[in-house]
């Protein structure tokens, strides 16, 4: 089991930043590809970023490349989602998840472990 604990979520104006962390525990955290993942309001949950096993490839969507920077450190089993430029599309729940595989992938049911969520709203 993998037990992982996301933060750093809040309410923010358009253009402002925020950091997510999420900690991870139970495993060890260089096995698993990590992912950041969201969720707006009546709408379904969306991929938004992952980073393979030992920081070397990132993938994001297209809405937040340039904005938004995944980034891990496996000696202290954290990842972290740095988001610039926040917009109010941005607003949702981001939930963190890992996967025990050496590649990554978009689709939350190959996921294994998920975070429990934090919010982030975005006013204009």
């Known amino acids: 089991q993998v037990h992982l604990v996301e933060s750093g979520g809040g309410l923010v104006q358009a253009g402002d930043s925020l950091r997510l962390s999420c900690a991870a525990s139970?495993?060890?955290?260089?096995?698993?590809?990590m992912a950041w993942f969201r969720q707006a309001p009546g709408k379904e949950r969306e991929f938004v970023a992952a980073?393979?096993?030992?920081?070397?490839?990132?993938t994001y969507i297209d809405s937040v490349r340039g904005r938004f920077t995944i980034s891990r450190d496996n000696a202290k089993a954290t990842a972290y989602l740095q988001m610039n430029g926040l917009k109010p599309e941005d607003t949702a729940v981001y939930y963190c998840?890992?996967?025990?595989?050496?590649?990554?992938?978009?689709?939350?049911?190959?996921?294994?472990?998920w975070g429990q969520g934090t919010q982030v709203t975005v006013s204009s």
């Open positions: 139970g495993r060890t955290f260089s096995d698993y590809v």
């Open positions: 980073i393979t096993r030992y920081g070397t490839r990132t």
């Open positions: 998840a890992s996967r025990g595989a050496a590649t990554m992938t978009t689709s939350d049911r190959l996921y294994d472990y």
